[in-house]
Structure formats: C-alpha cells, structure tokens
C-alpha cells in the first residue's frame, strides 16, 4: 500500500531563508513523486515530479526536490524565500498497477514573514 | 489551451437538493479524478475513471455520484445523502500512465445554505 507523509502541517520561515518542506512516502514498488502548489481558492499547480531519472529534481519558481530511496523521502526546498512563496503545498505519489490513483499528503501551509 | 475547466466556481445548495459540478477537460486524458478539500485533511478521493463509461469509488464516494459518457466530461453529483457536502471540489485528469501528473481544474467550492 502508498502512502504519503507530510510532517509539519505549517510551516513560517523569514524572507530569504531557507525553505524545507518535508515528504517521507510509502511504497512497495519504485514511486512516482510529485510536488504540487496551491494559492487560495485555486487548483493544484505542479511544482515538479521524479520519475525514476535523476534524483535531485529541478522545478519552477526555484524549487527543487531531492528523491532519496534509503530514507524513503522526497523533501522540497527552495534557497531563498518570497513572499509569493506563501501558499499550501502537497506532495503525492503514484505507483505502477494502481489504476493511476494519485496518493495526497495533508499539505503544509508556507507563511512567508517579511 | 488545453485545460481543465470546472463550472460553476462557487456554487450554493440547500439542505435536501442534489446538486451537479461539471468538468470538462481538453487535454485527450484518458483519466478523470474528483477529489473533496478540506481544511486540514488534504484532497480526498471521491471517484475517479480511467476510460469512457467506466468509474471506480474512491476513499469516500457515499452520497456521491458521477458519470463518464464521453472522454471530455466527468461531472460530479452530490446527493441529498451526502451528510456534510459543504467543501472544495477539485477536477483532474492525467494521461493513463502512472509516471505522468495530474492536471487540476480551479475548483468548485459548494456551500450548503
């Protein structure tokens, strides 16, 4: 069965730090990976995914994610905060013979301080 | 541009009424999705199809239903049986690979009155 874990379901960080969302997944096959955003009232707008080429994954508005199979985790990071950063963001994961479900974490809410 | 188009964006209903959300998608995707929104519950899965005339309950499909007669259309109805409809509605659609994503519509948020 997969699943996806979202730890810290809010998240504040200062303009210009640092940002790390984190996503651990369960699975019993290699995954699919992907990273979505979400502005209020609005879809889901996809950041990036991994699937199954290099592990450290570049996305837009500077974000990136790195897959690493031994620590079965697929955290989010972005060097440098902006304000436009503040939004929800999830992570999911699809797996081969699953009928092309997609498995949703239960989001983290990024609050950008000025 | 091809997307994914969900009408109405708000939509109001009072207690006892079926209600229908349309999506519509012109991205050749073979599968549809409907997922429910909650505040700190993330998206759920209400149904999904992976071809024309076939769907699949998702995680909490009671008090829901949908159809699928053409690849484009995969409306949703939320039935007077559904306890609590009050939520944001989300439409996707993905090509029928797993490696591929999913595609989102703007939703639909639905408020019981």
């Known amino acids: 069965a997969q699943s996806v874990t979202q730890l810290g379901s809010h998240v504040s960080v200062s303009e210009g730090a640092l940002v790390l969302l984190r996503c651990n997944y369960s699975?019993?096959?290699?995954?699919?990976l992907f990273w979505y955003v979400q502005y209020p009232n609005q879809g889901l707008q996809l950041l990036l995914k991994?699937?199954?080429?290099?592990?450290l994954v570049k996305g837009i508005n500077g974000f990136e994610a790195e897959f690493k199979k031994s620590e079965t985790s697929f955290h989010l990071t972005k060097p440098s905060a902006h304000m436009r950063d503040a939004a929800e963001y999830f992570c999911?994961?699809?797996?081969?013979?699953?009928?092309?479900?997609?498995?949703f974490g239960t989001g983290t809410s990024l609050t950008v301080i000025p | 541009d091809g997307g994914i188009t969900q009408s109405p964006k708000y939509l109001f209903r009072k207690e006892g009424q079926n209600v229908t959300l349309s999506c519509e998608q012109n991205?050749?995707?073979?599968?549809m999705y409907w997922y429910r929104q909650d505040p700190g519950q993330g998206l759920r899965l209400i149904y999904y199809?992976?071809?024309?005339?076939?769907?699949q309950k998702g995680d909490i499909a009671e008090g829901y239903s949908v159809s699928r007669e053409k690849k484009e259309s995969f409306p949703l109805t939320v039935t007077s049986a559904q306890k609590n409809p009050t939520a944001f509605y989300l439409c996707?659609?993905?090509?029928?690979?797993?490696?591929?994503?999913?595609?989102f519509g703007q939703g639909t948020r639905l408020t019981v009155v």
């Open positions: 996707a659609s993905r090509r029928d690979r797993e490696n591929t994503e999913a595609f």
């Open positions: 699975s019993s096959v290699p995954p699919y």
């Open positions: 991994y699937t199954s080429a290099a592990t």
């Open positions: 999911a994961v699809s797996e081969e013979g699953t009928g092309n479900q997609f498995y």
């Open positions: 991205l050749n995707h073979d599968a």
């Open positions: 199809s992976q071809i024309v005339n076939d769907f």
